[in-house]
């Protein structure tokens, strides 16, 4: 069965630091892969995402980027935190074959 | 752009009664819909799907029902339990689409 990771899954982080977080698939090949954010209390606002390796869309503008790596590995950086960069950080993968999206733990971010 | 919106963003239901959830989308080439469940601090979960050649699918203690003609979305829960207290999304995706819109949310909660 497939399963899905992301770490760390809290993170303290002070303003104008970096980040680095990373997402994980197992028990798929060739997945679409996800990054979004979540506001406390709001809903799901996609990022970026993948449908192979090298290949990223970014969907909203900001000082964050995505690569991948490897065919199952998703990592979210920053060169430079923002506040408003705080927020639940998910990340998700679907098969070439599926519609569904299924969600990995999440990721806390709080930017101080 | 298109979106999915929701009815209600709250909604209190006696525990053993049966809830339902309701979701507007506006984007008529969507062909696929999803219910997700959301946990306090945990990514979103799978729960029901429905493609646009059908009206109504069930699962367990869960239906979803789609009514093409005035594009509305609807998640019913039977027999209502605790553990059935989360925010839950509705999302719509093209099937030739590689991403997922999701709704705003809606929060259930459940009275004693």
């Known amino acids: 069965s497939q399963t899905i990771h992301q770490w760390p899954a809290t993170l303290v982080q002070p303003v104008g630091s970096p980040l680095s977080l990373e997402c994980t698939v197992e028990?798929?090949?060739?997945?679409?892969l996800y990054w979004y954010r979540q506001a406390a209390g709001r809903g799901l606002q996609l990022l970026f995402y993948?449908?192979?390796?090298?290949?990223i869309s970014s969907e909203v503008p900001q000082n964050l980027s995505a690569s991948r790596p490897q065919d199952r590995q998703f990592i979210l950086s920053s060169k430079k935190l923002l506040l408003s960069d705080s927020g639940f950080y998910l990340c998700?993968?679907?098969?070439?074959?599926?519609?569904?999206?299924?969600f990995g733990p999440g990721t806390r971010l709080t930017v101080l | 752009g298109e979106s999915v919106g929701l009815h209600l963003p709250t909604l209190s239901v006696q525990e053993g009664d049966n809830s339902i959830i309701n979701c507007a989308y506006s984007?008529?080439?969507?062909?696929?819909f999803i219910w997700y469940k959301q946990e306090s601090g945990k990514g979103p979960q799978f729960i029901i799907d429905i493609r646009s050649n059908m009206d109504k699918r069930q699962g367990q203690r869960v239906t979803v029902l789609l009514n093409k003609t005035v594009k509305h979305l609807s998640l019913q829960i039977a027999a209502t339990q605790p553990g059935d207290s989360a925010v839950y999304f509705c999302a719509e995706k093209k099937s030739s689409a590689s991403k997922i819109i999701f709704g705003s949310g809606t929060r259930l909660s459940i009275r004693p």
């Open positions: 998700a993968w679907s098969g070439l074959s599926t519609d569904t999206q299924y």
């Open positions: 028990g798929t090949s060739n997945p679409n």
């Open positions: 993948s449908v192979g390796i090298g290949q």
């Open positions: 984007n008529s080439a969507s062909d696929y």
